[in-house]
T-cell receptor, first 114, second 110 residues
Framework: EADIYQTPRYLVIGTGKKITLECSQT?????MYWYQQDPGMELHLIHY???????EKGDLSSESTVSRIRTEHFPLTLESARPSHTSQYLC?????????????FGPGTRLTVL | AQKITQTQPGMFVQEKEAVTLDCTYD???????LFWYKQPSSGEMIFLIY??????QNATEGRYSLNFQKARKSANLVISASQLGDSAMYFC???????FGTGTRLTIIP
């Protein structure tokens, strides 16, 4: 069973607020990812990390920032939320085994900015 | 760069029939992996099946099998004996930097 957690699961906030979406995993995976997904649409990679102190921007430009101070923790921060940030945010982690890639998703955070 | 193409935005299939969801990919990585995920209306991503680029045999997991044609860069998902609970969005993705296709919304008709 996957041990990857996201909090909060649902968040409704006003414009201009600073928010942090939490993501943590207990599997010791080096690689972690953040995806943004509008309802019924594809997943867009917005950030990824290949290890501690390593973060990269993904394919979709995002005003959010991330940090990776500990292996198990990969929080995403929006300094000033706007209605255009309303979306679902999915966190994932992965590890490359000998001949297999293992990858798990968290349950997601549904963000609504009013 | 990696790219995934899913050309079927939506499909309707009769219950108990088999269904094939198409996926083609493009990657410059010599070694890669292909995933299929199911996403029901609740929003969580459910892992279905994985195929490594060097695997000789097509992957199978219960009712799911992957028709992997490396030369054509194709990794189609086959669901045998479809069930009502199979109605969901299905996404194909390629590893290393996980890149997802646009998805196929599958609806099973009783």
């Amino acid at each position: 069973e996957a041990d990857i957690y996201q909090t909060p699961r649902y968040l409704v906030i006003g414009t201009g607020k600073k928010i942090t979406l939490e993501c943590s995993q207990t599997m010791g995976h080096d690689k972690m990812y953040w995806y943004q997904q509008d309802p019924g649409m594809e997943l867009h990679l917005i950030h990824y990390s290949y290890g501690v102190n390593s973060t990269e921007k993904g394919d979709l430009s995002s005003e959010s920032t991330v940090s990776r101070i500990r292996t198990e923790h990969f929080p995403l921060t929006l300094e000033s939320a706007r209605p255009s940030h309303t979306s679902q945010y999915l966190c994932a982690s992965s590890v490359r085994l000998a001949n297999y890639n293992e990858q798990f998703f968290g349950p997601g955070t549904r963000l609504t900015v009013l | 760069a990696q790219k995934i193409t899913q050309t079927q935005p939506g499909m309707f299939v009769q219950e108990k029939e088999a269904v094939t969801l198409d996926c083609t990919y493009d990657t410059s990585d010599p070694s890669y992996g292909l995933f299929w995920y199911k996403q029901p209306s609740s929003g969580e991503m459910i892992f279905l099946i994985y195929q490594g680029s060097y695997d000789q045999q097509n992957a199978t997991e219960g009712r799911y099998s992957l028709n992997f044609q490396k030369a054509r860069k194709s990794a189609n998902l086959v669901i045998s004996a479809s069930q009502l609970g199979d109605s969901a969005m299905y996404f194909c993705a390629v590893y290393e930097k996980l890149t997802f296709g646009t998805g196929t919304r599958l609806t099973i008709i009783p």
